[in-house]
């Protein structure tokens, strides 16, 4: 299977080879998804805005390392009410 | 804050026994992704290394394995896990992806407060990996990858030759080709 596409680097059209025909419906979906998902320029403005350090030029890091105790304590969370529903389902 | 100290004290302690090993190393997944992008929530830490050398492999294991949990423990796979102080550490060599001596020597470094300094894959090679995963994995990883591009472009800091190049590399150059249309 093959796709016909504008590469702007070589500034010409191309063909290039995406694997077996098989997998059409999942290229499509990646192909699909690829174009249609969008990231407002709103939301990039608040991301420069707030979570950028304007020295490093990267997200600050205690918001890093918050999203990453955040999804900790979640998780730790969710195992924990996991457990409990397990032990009255039973009682 | 005690939390927080306990997560430092492992993801220092990580670093520094998989560097004894793999010097290479550079952070990828969601806890790489959000130095780039708006940060989402994420349960733990993920290294790309090069695990093809199976003995050095064999001793890593061997080392890790005396002092913390590493799971699985015998070689011939491309992702690991690690608990470290209850932390969960994933050191990994996705199959698809190429991680040649361009992509080491492109590596950013985040310094961390109470860790100390961290290589981190670039932003191009971050998105071109998740671009290779997507193939395999589905539509969440080729989400991640255009949050990489669209934030990196609006720090201005996305060198787009470079990423096609990597993308045509890894035989996925289509997808980003459109990863890149407005």
Known sequence: MYVTMWDKQSRRPRRFYLGRREEMKRWEELFKLAREYRVGKDEVRDYVDYFLDKETNLTKVEYVMLSLSLGVDLWKWSESSRTRSGQQLGR | ?182
């Open chain 2, 1 to 182: 804050m005690e939390v927080e100290r306990k997560f430092k004290n492992a993801f220092r302690t990580a670093v520094r026994e998989i560097r004894r090993f793999y010097p290479e190393l550079a952070l990828i997944g969601r806890f790489a992704r959000n130095f780039y992008a708006n940060p989402e929530t994420t349960l733990d830490i993920d290294f790309i290394v090069n695990l093809d050398d199976v003995e050095k492999l064999a001793e890593f294991i061997e080392f890790v394995s005396g002092r913390y949990e590493i799971f699985p423990k015998d070689v011939g796979h491309w992702q690991y896990r690690l608990v470290i102080k209850g932390m969960r550490i994933d050191v990994v060599k996705p199959p698809s992806f190429k991680f040649d001596e361009e992509v080491v020597h492109r590596r950013r470094t985040v310094r961390i407060e109470g860790v100390g300094e961290v290589p981190i894959l670039s932003p191009e090679d971050l998105a071109v990996l998740y671009v290779v995963a997507s193939i395999k994995r589905g539509i969440k990883d080729l989400i991640k990858a255009k949050d990489v591009v669209v934030y990196s472009l609006g720090r201005e800091d996305f060198n787009e030759k470079y990423f096609l190049k990597k993308c045509e590399e890894n035989g996925v150059k289509p997808i980003c080709l459109v990863l890149l249309q407005d």
